[in-house]
């Protein structure tokens, strides 16, 4: 039987997915879940949704030759530029959709959750654009290291929540968010920014994003005469770049697709965020995926220097790609991830994210052919992380 | 018959006491639970601590946090509770998420449960199709209720659905909140209250969250045939200014 890297009717991909949620929840996803097909694929949210992406976002988003780092590595290596989306990261594409989304649902009241701050400063800003009302949840310990991006919500309307509870990190916000969505079930939406928790949000988010693969078959149609490149490389934390990197080229099993994970200090320092490699499978924010977890069934928390990357859990279309060996998984420490962030700099005059510079540093890690087409799915620019860049590099 | 069951039979309003296993100390398990039982508890929920607990609010979870600090398992769990039915006799029910269950192994943590004398298990967060599908066979091998939960927000259609798959009580959760004391009930909460008890389900109800006194207390349990205590008891167990007697005294004092 051929696999199917999309959901069943269950929201299951393979073993992974569901709903594991409290019955508090049921009547929220229920009534997303019957509705957020028809909503997508309805003409006038179409219009209003691509309107969006071109006039707001800056969509499309370049597929950039590199011609330096290819000259460097041998091989055709393409960027895929979703670090010049507004705000910054591929995740405003999700944030555009979901917030159309919640004004047909009649919700009033946006919640998030956030690690390292992009998806929260990407949803503070459609909640502008729309006037609405817009909490964001986030790790007491992110606040502190992520001051920049706290101040930009700020900016733009948002209440910033600490999480105090547990490890205090990504984790936690969104167990705030969730414990936020229980209790006020009936006029707020909970835009999710990665391809987790319950169905149907991996769904949802990674048709919303899916439109980065969409414009790369489109663009390299145009350069190179064919929709196809040989490789596509994503990093993935919960994995929503890569889910919209792969969206289109999941059936395309000629198209050998790279998820980059972060190994921290290394996969088996205790230190790491490498959840194909050192996770289980179990239950996290109402998914069935694989989670990096004790024997007893507790969670335990990751460690990445990327915050995006930082994330216990992937997203149950990732756990199924990893399982049906659809895709690669490979995990890129803390250093090659930030030496891989300096040579693009120097190289392309391009500073990455953190997250992304561990799917640049798998250029170095593995070999690729002269005439192979590589597309590496720039996700998110590095200002956000500068500090952290300076404080590795002693600038 | 299952101890549950067995008390809901019994014409009384079941008080009900939720604690965090491993809490305060790691230790005081048993010691707890005898004396809730001597104090006239009608049933106890034994909290098996998560790291990631989604449903509860403040309370419960910095009981699970500290309980696990303390180094509570779910194997240490079974090994206190090894002789409890030597003198126990309530209902013991145990209350925990998913995630510990399915890495202990679900038929596995089952046969533990019957073995221990656990008459039913409450897993907020193994949804009611979950269950049906994959889970009830072995759940009912071991002699074991399953404990479904309805909302404010559960509709009618899904309370008679749950009250059909129900097999012990139905946990009614008293607002759209995660746990933890409110000090009144609303009037929606009381209309809802009033509207499930209209329902004439087969299934009896035990009202949860926001219990804290013993007015809420009563309020409830003249809708429903019980109520179950957790947040206000954890943190009477931090401070533990009166015995456990007296605890449960100022809920059933007449």
């Known amino acids: ?395 | 018959m299952n101890r549950i069951k067995k008390r809901l039979q019994e014409n009384k309003k079941i008080l009900s006491i939720y604690f965090t296993a491993g809490f305060p100390q790691l230790d005081d398990t048993t010691s707890i639970i005898k004396s809730l039982e001597n104090s006239g508890v009608d049933m106890i929920e034994i909290g098996l601590p998560f790291s990631d607990p989604l449903a509860d609010g403040p309370t419960i979870q910095a009981s699970s946090t500290q309980a696990l600090k303390n180094g509570m398992t779910t194997d240490l769990l079974f090994t206190q509770l090894k002789s409890i039915r030597e003198s126990v006799n309530i209902p013991l029910v145990i209350m925990g998420y998913f995630n510990p269950i399915f890495q202990y192994g679900v038929e596995e943590f089952c046969k533990k449960c019957q073995e221990t004398g656990i008459d039913g298990l409450i897993i907020p967060d193994l949804p009611l199709e979950v269950y049906q599908d994959e889970y009830q066979t072995i759940f009912e091998s071991y002699g074991l209720i399953n404990i479904f939960l309805i909302t404010p927000q559960t509709s009618t259609a899904r309370i008679k659905q749950i009250d059909e798959a129900s097999k012990g009580f139905i946990y009614m959760v008293s607002s759209a909140s995660v746990t933890g004391g409110k000090n009144d009930f609303s009037e929606e909460q009381l209309a809802y209250f009033k509207k499930v008890k209209d329902m004439n389900l087969k299934t009896p109800q035990i009202v949860g969250f926001g219990i804290s006194n013993k007015k809420t207390f009563n309020q409830a349990t003249s809708y429903a045939h019980g109520a179950i205590i957790g947040s206000a008891f954890i943190k009477f167990l931090e401070n533990k200014k009166d015995s456990v007697g007296e605890f449960i005294l100022n809920f059933i004092k007449i």
């Open chain 1, 1 to 395: 039987m051929k696999n199917s890297y999309h959901i069943d009717e269950k929201g299951c991909y393979g073993e992974f997915g569901g709903a594991f949620v409290p019955e508090m929840l049921q009547p929220n996803l229920t009534e997303l879940k019957e509705q957020y097909l028809n909503i997508l694929e309805d003409d006038q949210f179409q219009e209003e949704f691509q309107d969006l992406l071109k006039q707001y976002v800056g969509r499309p988003t370049p597929l950039y030759y590199a011609k330096r780092l290819s000259e460097t590595y041998g091989t055709k290596v393409y960027l895929k530029r979703e670090d010049l989306c507004h705000t910054g990261a591929h995740k405003v594409n999700n944030t555009v959709g979901q917030i159309l989304l919640a004004k047909r649902l009649g919700k009033k009241r946006i919640i998030a959750e956030t690690g390292a701050g992009q998806h929260g400063v990407a949803t503070a800003t459609v909640c502008a654009l729309m006037g609405l009302p817009c909490v964001i949840y986030m790790g007491a310990i992110d606040i502190e290291r992520q001051a920049p991006n706290v101040a930009r919500m700020k900016m733009l309307g948002a209440t910033v929540i600490p999480a105090k509870s547990g490890s205090k990190t990504l984790k936690d916000a969104t167990n705030e968010a969730i414990r936020d969505w229980i209790s006020n079930p009936t006029d707020t939406h909970y835009i999710i920014g990665s391809v987790v928790g319950p169905h149907p949000y991996p769904d949802l988010v990674a048709r919303l994003q899916s439109i980065i693969s969409k414009e790369i078959k489109k663009q390299l149609l145009e350069v190179e005469g064919k929709e196809n490149p040989d490789y596509v490389i994503a990093c993935v934390g919960g994995g929503s770049n890569a889910a919209g990197a792969f969206y289109h080229f999941l059936e395309e099993e000629n198209v050998k697709l790279l998820a980059v994970e972060a190994a921290g200090k290394g996969v088996d320092s205790g230190e790491s965020a490498a959840t194909s490699i050192l996770g289980k499978t179990g239950i996290i924010h109402g998914s069935k995926t694989l989670l990096m977890q004790s024997k007893d069934g507790q969670i335990t928390e990751p460690y990445s220097i990327s915050a995006g990357l930082d994330y216990p859990g992937v997203g149950p279309l990732h756990a199924h790609l990893f399982k049906s060996k659809r895709a690669d998984f490979v995990a890129i420490t803390d250093e090659d991830a930030m030496k891989a962030g300096l040579q693009l700099s120097k190289l392309e005059g391009i500073i990455p994210a953190i997250e992304t510079s561990h799917a640049l540093a798998l250029l170095e890690q593995k070999t690729f052919k002269e005439d192979d087409i590589v597309v590496i799915n720039l996700s998110g620019r590095g200002d956000k992380d500068l500090q952290t860049y300076i404080d590795y590099f002693k600038y």
